[in-house]
């Protein structure tokens, strides 16, 4: 079962955040491919929900603050849906 339905709306500001996050961390966030499809089933969003302090931090306007709002939403309803996926699709 995939999760939530992003629209296009954050998918710049969102995108310019992660690709702003480091390489290879213990986070999950920086893996999401902006040009190929990334998929997060539910541990993975959990997992990624302790990033999102971090990328709020990093938020720079309002637009950036809106898409983590929306991403936390969705990593948390993927999250707590056994058996779910949350899915990136690149451009």
Partial sequence: M???CWTHKH???LAQLIADLPFNTSGKLWMVDP???TVFNEQ???A???E???LLDRCTDD???EAVRDLTAFLEDCATT???YLVFVGD
Avoid: T
Wanted: net charge negative.
């Fill in 35 to 37: 040009y190929n499809d």
């Fill in 63 to 65: 637009s950036q603050v």
């Fill in 82 to 84: 056994p058996g779910s």
């Fill in 48 to 50: 990624a929900l302790r």
């Fill in 11 to 13: 998918g710049e500001a």
């Fill in 52 to 54: 999102i302090p971090d």
């Fill in 44 to 46: 993975e969003a959990e």
């Fill in 2 to 4: 995939a999760c939530g």
